[in-house]
Structure formats: structure tokens, C-alpha cells
């Protein structure tokens, strides 16, 4: 079973800088594009940043130049840096990511569980 598992949230005052970071887990036979999406009360869920498996990135205007996404293959990583905060950043981010688990089976997005920024003074 693919499990998405992040770390890295917490409350930060505006300006101030944040890593988040998501590991996979399980049987994975590729990955492809590995991302962050965040997701604020009373709003709907929405792309931060995604990155493919050559290293190409896309990000949100809003956070372009602010935040910075990664990923490390190898260790099945993907990380998120954030600097520059800002109080309308604070969301629930989630890790997003298109596996697929076996050579023979279908691709499948995959979701982590979430983890809180709150940006606040």
C-alpha cells in the first residue's frame, strides 16, 4: 500500500521561513510528478508547487520566488521550502503524488494526510 507522510507544519510569524517534507512509502514501481497542494478554511484545495520526475517545476503565482520545491528519487522524497511567509499562506498543505505501484497496473494520484501552516504573529 502507497503511503504519502508528511512533516515539517507548524506556526511561524509572518516573514519567517518553513520546510516542509513528504516521504512515499509502500510498493512503488515509478513516480512521476510529486507536488504540494494546500488547502485554506472555507476554500478549495489548490496547487502550491509540483515537480516532475526530470526536475521540472510549476508553481502558484503566489508563491513564485517565495517558495521552492524538491525532490530527492532516490529516497522517494519530496521537499517544499518556504520562505517569506505570509498570513494568507496558512493552510493545510498536502502532499500530492502520481505513482504507479506495479510495472503492469494503472497510475494513481496519491494524497498525504496533511499538515497545518499557520502563519501568524
Known amino acids: 500500500q502507497v503511503q504519502l507522510v508528511e512533516s515539517g507544519g507548524g506556526l511561524v510569524q509572518p516573514g519567517g521561513s518553513l520546510k516542509l517534507s513528504c516521504a512515499a512509502s509502500?510498493?512503488?514501481?515509478?513516480?512521476?510528478?510529486m507536488g504540494w497542494y494546500r488547502q485554506a478554511p472555507g476554500k478549495q484545495r489548490e496547487l502550491v508547487a509540483a515537480?516532475?520526475?526530470?526536475?521540472?517545476?510549476n508553481y502558484a503565482v503566489s508563491v513564485k520566488g517565495r517558495f521552492t520545491i524538491s525532490r530527492d528519487n532516490a529516497k522517494r522524497t519530496v521537499t517544499l521550502q518556504m520562505n517569506s511567509l505570509k498570513p494568507e499562506d496558512t493552510a493545510v498543505y498536502y502532499c500530492?503524488?502520481?505513482?504507479?505501484?506495479?510495472?503492469?497496473?494503472?497510475?494513481?494520484?496519491?494524497w498525504g494526510q496533511g499538515t497545518q501552516v499557520t502563519v501568524s504573529s
Open positions: 515537480i516532475t520526475s526530470g526536475g521540472n517545476t
Open positions: 509502500g510498493s512503488i514501481f515509478s513516480i512521476y510528478a
Open positions: 500530492n503524488g502520481d505513482f504507479r505501484p506495479s510495472r503492469l497496473g494503472p497510475r494513481n494520484d496519491y
